[in-house]
């Protein structure tokens, strides 16, 4: 079988015809490539996978990010450090109480945002998988930047053009009042620098990149700088432009972190979450993107 798409939203898409646990042919992995510029969300249901099988999906499509993995540390679940652990559960497989870490790391994953954006290279796709999921609540929500760029009056696609927002790991923390990190943990992830609007060589679109994880937009004031990134999220996720997915069981979302922002919704943290994802490395090529100074890539801050 080959790869059939059945359209869910201008930018997303259910897709089947093909078996994720199998090692995919190049023509394969080209088809999936291709769906997601044009998509950038891809839904397959009933594809539940193991650790070997998604570590090897992901492989097919590049090098694997690390993500906050490297900041953290500490015991882990899973085989491998690139599968990271979304869920509310500790690493003794029980339910995570309301002041454990994890759970600040999942009402930080309930705001906008691109996985990595505060990593140079950052995330391209994200693979998540579902592994049990609770009884109500905690959809996944996704945004296109595209449109987001494409909908954007002309003054305000003037007024971004030449922009750069500098994205840090730990801004979405400290926003929620986590703000329990040693020096050396601060240090470990320098932050990011990415220009706000870049083009897409594949499918030759603008995106607006935005997300939480920026905090600060280069010569302009804190407050200023801001209050843009706030404006422009709210622009960007505006109802028409938001794709919401229900979690079943054995579900795998892929999604481009280039092209599109994310959130999960709410759930009962006292009910059992879990999925598991892993995250291939962007590979730079946005023409904006590559042009940065490289000096200009880490801010001091
Ligand atoms: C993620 C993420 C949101 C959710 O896996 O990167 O942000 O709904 N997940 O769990
Ligand atoms: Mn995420």
Request: charged share 25%.
């Given at each position: 079988?080959?790869?059939q798409l059945?359209?869910?939203?201008?930018?997303?898409?259910?897709?089947s015809?093909?078996?994720?646990?199998?090692?995919l042919?190049?023509?394969?992995?080209r088809?999936?490539?291709?769906?997601?510029?044009?998509?950038a969300?891809?839904?397959?249901?009933?594809?539940?996978?193991?650790?070997?099988?998604?570590?090897?999906?992901?492989?097919?499509?590049?090098?694997?990010?690390?993500?906050?993995?490297?900041?953290?540390?500490?015991?882990?679940?899973?085989?491998?450090?690139?599968?990271?652990?979304?869920?509310?559960?500790?690493?003794?497989?029980?339910?995570?109480?309301?002041?454990?870490a994890k759970?600040v790391?999942?009402?930080?994953?309930q705001?906008?945002h691109?996985?990595?954006?505060?990593?140079?290279?950052?995330?391209?796709y994200s693979?998540?998988?579902?592994?049990?999921?609770?009884?109500?609540?905690?959809?996944?929500?996704?945004?296109?930047?595209r449109?987001a760029?494409?909908?954007?009056p002309?003054?305000?696609?003037?007024?971004?053009a030449?922009l750069?927002?500098?994205?840090?790991?730990?801004?979405?923390r400290?926003?929620?009042g986590?703000?329990?990190?040693?020096?050396?943990?601060q240090?470990?992830?320098?932050?990011?620098?990415?220009?706000?609007?870049?083009?897409?060589?594949?499918?030759?679109?603008?995106i607006?990149?935005i997300?939480?994880h920026?905090?600060?937009?280069?010569?302009?004031?804190?407050?200023?700088?801001?209050?843009l990134?706030?404006?422009?999220?709210e622009?960007?996720?505006?109802?028409e432009?938001?794709?919401?997915?229900?979690?079943q069981?054995?579900?795998?979302?892929?999604?481009?972190?280039?092209?599109?922002?994310?959130?999960?919704?709410?759930?009962?943290?006292?009910?059992r979450?879990?999925?598991?994802r892993?995250?291939?490395?962007?590979?730079?090529t946005?023409?904006?993107a590559?042009?940065?100074?490289?000096?200009e890539?880490?801010?001091?801050?």
């Open positions: 079988m080959t790869l059945k359209p869910l939203h201008p930018f997303a898409a259910e897709a015809g093909i078996d994720l646990s199998r090692p042919e190049p023509a394969q992995v088809a999936i490539e291709q769906a997601m510029d044009t998509h969300v891809l839904v397959w249901r009933a594809q539940p996978l193991d650790q070997d099988q998604q570590i090897a999906l992901a492989k097919s499509f590049g090098p694997l990010d690390l993500g906050l993995r490297k900041l953290k540390g500490g015991p882990h679940r899973f085989k491998y450090a690139e599968l990271a652990d979304i869920s509310n559960v500790k690493a003794d497989g029980d339910v995570a109480d309301r002041e454990h759970i790391g999942n009402v930080a994953n705001l906008w691109s996985d990595s954006s505060f990593q140079r290279p950052r995330a391209k693979m998540l998988s579902a592994a049990v999921v609770p009884s109500f609540g905690g959809d996944t929500e996704y945004a296109d930047l449109m760029y494409d909908a954007l002309a003054w305000l696609k003037a007024k971004v030449d750069k927002a500098v994205h840090h790991a730990l801004h979405s400290f926003l929620l986590d703000t329990n990190y040693t020096e050396e943990q240090r470990a992830i320098a932050p990011a620098v990415w220009p706000l609007v870049q083009t897409d060589p594949r499918s030759g679109r603008k607006l990149f997300g939480i920026a905090c600060e937009i280069i010569g302009m004031t804190p407050a200023e700088g801001r209050m990134i706030m404006d422009l999220i622009h960007a996720t505006q109802r432009f938001v794709h919401r997915h229900h979690w069981v054995g579900d795998l979302v892929i999604w481009d972190n280039t092209a599109t922002v994310h959130r999960g919704r709410w759930y009962d943290f006292d009910e979450r879990e999925l598991r892993a995250t291939t490395e962007e590979v730079i946005s023409p904006e590559m042009a940065l100074d490289p000096a890539t880490v801010p001091h801050t």
